[in-house]
Every structure is written in structure tokens, then in C-alpha cells.
């Protein structure tokens, strides 16, 4: 499973994160043909000769218009992945449905979200939305929105504040428009079906023999089938999702008992799916919630039960999430994964096949997802039975325990495996510490924001960390004394510690200590020496950084997370001790954090301590052993996926130790993939900080001076242009060094 750059391809052929088409594409020729004109970033002809170009400059806007089930999302990846060759920056998915949910609209989450598809790991505390089009500014690249119906202000407002970024284009689907100046709206008709058995007018009836068949061994369309499809095909308008869910009934059912069967429900009505929007034509929305509604009737009732339960999840789930959540009265934990392969038979829910997303990371069985619709109508039918509250309140108690499991084992050997849960289930965590800031209790608020934020942390997610704290702490100005509290303060101020935020980390800092020494809690005490000695460090007072960590007692290393919060405050004093000229010091406190690392199998830490060790080996004149341990370090953030400032600084200190070396070329690409990072961390370069913003520039300087400025450039263009996994691949695999 790779979280490094969602849809970077190995070759770095294709930046992106399109997911893979595992069903065939059928239809919609003259939709992409006129998609492949207006989505071209040259513009392109119009209908009567006249160019494409905005007036507002250049930005565009293409909207795919239709109801539910019309198969817009699928058209969209398909015009999408046609464009690739044509926006060097890659081609990207924000999927928008997750979002749709208590607490989660607003345009700083949708910006979150956009970041998050693009794996922009900004650090930096401007605004999402404003972070992110600073960053796209000068990117040639295509975003596409899906489901922005739930959204539309939001989504309307945030492709507005990208109108100063000339070569980013956005491809939106909707049930409304989006209403902005300049829109281009394309409707998504339902696919065609023709009693005459005309090729172009059959793709209704070609999508229904082409599903029957992966159900129906053998089933072909002849003289028999073909005018019963027809007949299903008529009745249910050629809407893609409806025809597909008729066809997957085909396992149960013949094709005359699946025709005689719509046959008797021409009067059927079904209120739960009715349209607010007066823009879709009734008829073909009717066909659908129909469709919807049958299914949803020929399912078993626990069948029924378990498909409106499994509506609470966001972004995916698991067979062990849904028996969690979803069991309870009527239906047994041990019926759940029977039922869940029921439902995925009849098509009602899907295997996840996103990237990233198709596995467990524990037990490397399949994830599963619900398209929109679909999962729109079991929310509705929970409302209607009663239970949303009470599987809502399950689906938090789930991920509760999740991310406090998480923070309990964060500090030992599988601190990896919960890197890839954290980034695998990351919208369901999302959703559950929103629903709980949004309830009465906050207790619980305050406990499940304290331990998902201590992960976010780690995990790439500094800012939903950020977000979700400032929420709970500001809910209850004063909190009682606890360990919810103390985690919640030292991972807001840590967080602000990576966004270079050191004003805000001085404050978490003095609010941790008061709180520590209230509680009479030495280790909570000691971790808040890092807050305190950590931002002075950053802001060159490394002299002075010293006292207050030194000050810290030395108590045995706990394994939960205020363990990792030990190791790092004594990383920091080997780091201030660097930089204020006392190496020995520095050297004794990075290999005490490296040997208890090394112990308990511990990655995060380990990486950063890597770096000052490597740091002082430069500094004594062991070239060998710096460059071992800068490599070391970039390894541990590739097998953790990350792409932030930190994975950014362990590659500068490569380069330093490379150009050491003598190998100046490879020494300009490694800065250029360093780079790449430190453009997606957000502007935050070297986190800030004078000293290592001077080591970086003496690298280049010293580069420009062995090879000269043309070949430097040369070499770190072509490193700033690899992905992140050739990037790291590069930077870590010894055979390089040949050719760089």
C-alpha cells in the first residue's frame, strides 16, 4: 500500500491519483470527444471558431451535470485520465462525498480535503484554501471535484480563490452548477437504449449484457435476451447505476422473472430518494430511486439493516469495522461478513480499488466503499428506522478506540502499521472526532481530538490535527486536569512545532507545564520541555534551548505516546546541542533516543535523530557514516510515507553529506527532490529555522562551485521532476550513485 504520492506511478510516468478502471468504459463517445476539446489546456476550438479562454484569464471550468446514478463521476476519470499527457502536474480526484456529514462542510475543509488528494503536506497556518492556491499558482494540473452538490458554495468559493493559478483547470461534477462566471456545463444524459438493435443507439443494453455476464456465466445477448434487456433497459431509462443493479439481480433471478418484475411496478413510488432539485427530470430520477428501492426491497432484512448501517461510513471500511459498527440487536456480529458479501454480489456495496485503499494493512483483506447514491439511500432508511444517533455513536466508539490503540502503541515496533491504518481510514477518523465536537460531551470531544491529532500529527495530517484541536480546546475554555488534556495541548503545540508556528508553540508549551505540574505528572512535565526548548531552537536561540530540556528529568521511556514524547524531547536537546557547538553532549543524547528506537523497532524518532547524528559525522569529517545516516533516515520516512518538511530535511542532509562526497550531480538532484517536498510542506522551507536554512544554501553554493551553474540546474530540474518514489528511490538505493 503506498501513501507517498496517491497515483505516482514507480516510472513517474503519470502524476496523479485516478483510480483504475476495473469494470469496462461503455458509451459516452460524443461526451468525451467534446470533453477532450474543452478540457485542453490550449483552449481549443469552440463550436463556431471562437476560442475557449476565459475572461477572468485563462481559468476553466467544465461542470458535468446530472442525477444521481447518471454515471458522471465514471465519465469524469475517463475524460480525466485522456488529459494526463497534457498537465505535466498531474491529473487529481478530490472526491467530495466524505465530506458530506455533520460538522464537515466549510470552504477550509474542502481545501483540506483538495490538499490531502494532491498530498500537499503544507505546514504552514494560512488558511487550507489559501495554502493550496499558492502552491498550484504556477502548476499545470487538473482537479477534479466530485460530488459537489452537498457543497455547492463552498465548492463555488474555492474554485474562485484558484483564478490566479492560469493553468489549473477543474472538471466538477454536480447535480446543480456551480454558478461561477465563465462555467462550461455539459449534461450527462442517461445511456441510450433502441428497440432497433442499432450499435449506436444500444449502450444502455451493451452495459446490462456486459454486467449479466459477470453474474451469469454465458449470458449473451441473441434473438431471445436482446428485446427482454430492451424491455428492462427501457423501463429503467438507461440510467447506468439502475441498469447495473438490475444486471447484478441476474444471480438470483432469470432475465424474464427480472423483466416481469419491473413489469408489475409502474405505479411504484418511493419517497426517501425524492429530489430537491427542480433542475432533474422526474422521470429518469424516478426510474432510479425505483431501481434503488426494488433492490432495496429483494434484499433479505438483515440485509436491509445492514446496508442503512454501513451508510455511517466515509472513505471505505473494512469486514472488522462493519461487524464492529454494524452489529447489534437482530443482526449478529457472525452474520455481518456473510451479509457484507451479499450485498457486494448484488452490487449495493463495491470493492474499494482506489489507490492506497484496496487492503487492510493488518490482515490484507479487501476494503469496501458505497457509491453516493447508493449510500445516500441507506442514510435515509437509518433515519427512518430510528438507529442513525446510535450507529453514529458506534462508528465514533470504533474509531475512539482506534486512534487511542494507536497513540497506546504509537512508541513501539508497530508504529508502521499504524501510519498505514491512520492514512487508510483517515475520513472515517475525520468523521468521527467532527460528530463528536458537534455533541454535548466534551469529555468525549476533547479525548478522541487529543489522540487522532497525536497521530495526524506523524502522519501527515498537521493541519485536520490543528483544526480538530482548536475545536475541543476552545469548547470548553477550562478543561479539567487529565490525561485527555495533557495530550491534547502537547499535540497541538508538537503540531505547531512542524508548522513553524513558534509564537503558538511557546503558548501549548506554558499551558502543558502549568497543567503537568498541577497534575504533579514528571513525565508530562518533562515533555513540555520539548514545546519550550524546541521553537527556541527554531528560531536560532539554540544556546537557550539547551536549559529548559536539560532541565527535563530522565524517567524510564514509556510505551504510549508520551513515550515518543520523551524521545523526541531528548532528540531536541541532541539537535539544540548541535547547533549551540557542543557536539559530544549532542552525540550522547541522539544515541540514547537511537538505541531506545532501535529497541522497541520505533521509525519517527529514530529519523530524526538519524539526521543530527549524521549532521555531527559531517561536522567531524566521517562522510561515510554521515551519508549512511541521512540515507537511513530518508528510508524510515519513505517506509512511512512521508512527504512533509521532515522527509524534506533528511534529504538536504543527504545532499550535504553527497556533495561532501564529491558527487555533485547526484548531490543538484537530490536538492531538486528535496525540493519537491519543501514545495508541498508549504513555503515553510527548512521549517523556518536560520541554521538550517544556511546549511541548505552553502550545499547549493558549493554544488554551483564543483560543476557549474548550467549543470547544477540541469541535474536538479531533473531531480525536482521525479515522483515521490522515484524521488526516494534515488535518494536511497546505492546503485544510483553510478549515474548520478
Not at 467534446?34 to 463556431?48: C, Q, S, T, Y
Not at 430520477?285 to 426494488?294: K, V
Request: include cysteine; aromatic fraction near 4%.
Amino acid at each position: 500500500m503506498s501513501h507517498g504520492v496517491p497515483g505516482e506511478t514507480e516510472s513517474g510516468e503519470w502524476s496523479g491519483n485516478l483510480p483504475p478502471e476495473t469494470r469496462s468504459f461503455i458509451g459516452r463517445q460524443d461526451e468525451l470527444a467534446r470533453l477532450d476539446v474543452m478540457l485542453r489546456p490550449d483552449g481549443g476550438p469552440a463550436e463556431g471558431g471562437e476560442g475557449r479562454r476565459n475572461r477572468d484569464g485563462g481559468r476553466r471550468l467544465v461542470t458535468l451535470l446530472g442525477p444521481g446514478g447518471v454515471g458522471k463521476t465514471r465519465l469524469a476519470v475517463r475524460a480525466a485520465r485522456g488529459m494526463r499527457s497534457a498537465y505535466p502536474d498531474g491529473v487529481w480526484l478530490v472526491e467530495l462525498s466524505a465530506l458530506h456529514g455533520v460538522g464537515m462542510a466549510g470552504p477550509g475543509v474542502l481545501g483540506l480535503a483538495a490538499m490531502e488528494a494532491l498530498r500537499v503536506a503544507d505546514q504552514t497556518t494560512r488558511p487550507a484554501t489559501e495554502a493550496l492556491a499558492a502552491w498550484i499558482a504556477d502548476k499545470r494540473l487538473l482537479l477534479v471535484l466530485d460530488s459537489c452538490e452537498h457543497l455547492l458554495e463552498d465548492c463555488a468559493a474555492f474554485v474562485d480563490a484558484l483564478r490566479l493559478a492560469p493553468h489549473v483547470h477543474v472538471l466538477a461534477t454536480s447535480r446543480r452548477r456551480l454558478g461561477l462566471p465563465g462555467e462550461q456545463c455539459v449534461e450527462v444524459e442517461p445511456l441510450p437504449v433502441d428497440e432497433s438493435g442499432s450499435a449506436a443507439r444500444e449502450d444502455a443494453v451493451t452495459l446490462f449484457a456486459d454486467r449479466a455476464a459477470a453474474v451469469r456465466s454465458g449470458f449473451v445477448l441473441d434473438e431471445v435476451t436482446r428485446p427482454v434487456a430492451v424491455s428492462v433497459c427501457q423501463y429503467l431509462d438507461g440510467i447506468p447505476l439502475a441498469v447495473e443493479l438490475a444486471a447484478a439481480r441476474l444471480s438470483t433471478l432469470s432475465l424474464t422473472e427480472l423483466d416481469d418484475h419491473f413489469g408489475t411496478r409502474a405505479d411504484h413510488r418511493l419517497a426517501l430518494l425524492a429530489s430537491d432539485d427542480d433542475t432533474e427530470d422526474p422521470s429518469r430520477h424516478q426510474a432510479l430511486r425505483t431501481t434503488i428501492g426494488w433492490s432495496h426491497e429483494l434484499c433479505a432484512p438483515l440485509e436491509r439493516l445492514l446496508w442503512a448501517r454501513l451508510a455511517v461510513f466515509t472513505g471505505g471500511f473494512d469486514a472488522e469495522a462493519a461487524q464492529e459498527v454494524c452489529a447489534g440487536g437482530p443482526l449478529a456480529a457472525g452474520q455481518v461478513p456473510v451479509l457484507l458479501n451479499e450485498l457486494t454480489a448484488q452490487s449495493i456495496v463495491q470493492r474499494d480499488h482506489r489507490p492506497g485503499m484496496e487492503r487492510d494493512h493488518r490482515t490484507g483483506t479487501a476494503r469496501f466503499r458505497m457509491l453516493d447514491t447508493v449510500r445516500e439511500y441507506g442514510a435515509d432508511w437509518l433515519r427512518e428506522l430510528g438507529e442513525a444517533d446510535a450507529v453514529r455513536l458506534r462508528h465514533r466508539e470504533y474509531y475512539r478506540r482506534l486512534a487511542r490503540d494507536g497513540c497506546a502503541e504509537w512508541n513501539t515496533g508497530r508504529q508502521v502499521q499504524w501510519c498505514e491504518r491512520v492514512l487508510t481510514d483517515h475520513a472515517n477518523l475525520r468523521a468521527a472526532v467532527d460528530w463528536s465536537l458537534d455533541q454535548p460531551d466534551r469529555r468525549a470531544a476533547l479525548e478522541i481530538a487529543g489522540t487522532a491529532g497525536f497521530l495526524w500529527r506523524h502522519c501527515g495530517h498537521v493541519r485536520d490535527a490543528q483544526r480538530c484541536l482548536d475545536r475541543a480546546l476552545a469548547a470548553d475554555p477550562a478543561p479539567a486536569p487529565g490525561p485527555d488534556l495533557l495530550r491534547a495541548l502537547w499535540s497541538r503545540g508538537a503540531g505547531a512545532i512542524m508548522q513553524g508556528d513558534t509564537d503558538t508553540a511557546a503558548e501549548y508549551g506554558r499551558r502543558l507545564t502549568e497543567v503537568a505540574r498541577q497534575q504533579d505528572d514528571p513525565v508530562a512535565l518533562s515533555v513540555s520541555a520539548y514545546l519550550m526548548g524546541t521553537q527556541l531552537a527554531l528560531r536560532g536561540r539554540s544556546a537557550e534551548a539547551v536549559g529548559p530540556m536539560s532541565a527535563a528529568a530522565r524517567l524510564p521511556v514509556r510505551d504510549d505516546w508520551l513515550g515518543s514524547a520523551q524521545l523526541q524531547t531528548i532528540g531536541a536537546l541532541g539537535y539544540a546541542h548541535l547547533m549551540s557547538g557542543d557536539h559530544e553532549a549532542a552525540r550522547a543524547a541522539a544515541e540514547e533516543v537511537r538505541a531506545e528506537c532501535a529497541r522497541r523497532g520505533e521509525y519517527w524518532t529514530r529519523s530524526a535523530v538519524d539526521l543530527v547524528v549524521a549532521m555531527l559525522d559531517l561536522a567531524r569529517g566521517d562522510i561515510a557514516s554521515g551519508a549512511r545516516n541521512a540515507t537511513r533516515a530518508v528510508a524510515a520516512h519513505r517506509l512511512l510515507h512521508s512527504s512533509g518538511g521532515l522527509a524534506a530535511l533528511a534529504l538536504d542532509t543527504l545532499a550535504s553529506a553527497t556533495t561532501a562526497a564529491g558527487e555533485a550531480h547526484r548531490a543538484a538532484g537530490l536538492l531538486g527532490i528535496a525540493q519537491r517536498l519543501w514545495d508541498r510542506a508549504g513555503g515553510r522551507a527548512q521549517m523556518n529555522s536560520p541554521d538550517l536554512i544556511a546549511a541548505r544554501q552553502a550545499c547549493e553554493r558549493a554544488i554551483r562551485d564543483m560543476i557549474g551553474p548550467s549543470a547544477f540546474e540541469h541535474a536538479y530540474e531533473a531531480g525536482r521532476a521525479m515522483s515521490y518514489e522515484q524521488g526516494m528511490s534515488y535518494a536511497t538505493d546505492a546503485t544510483t550513485r553510478a549515474s548520478g
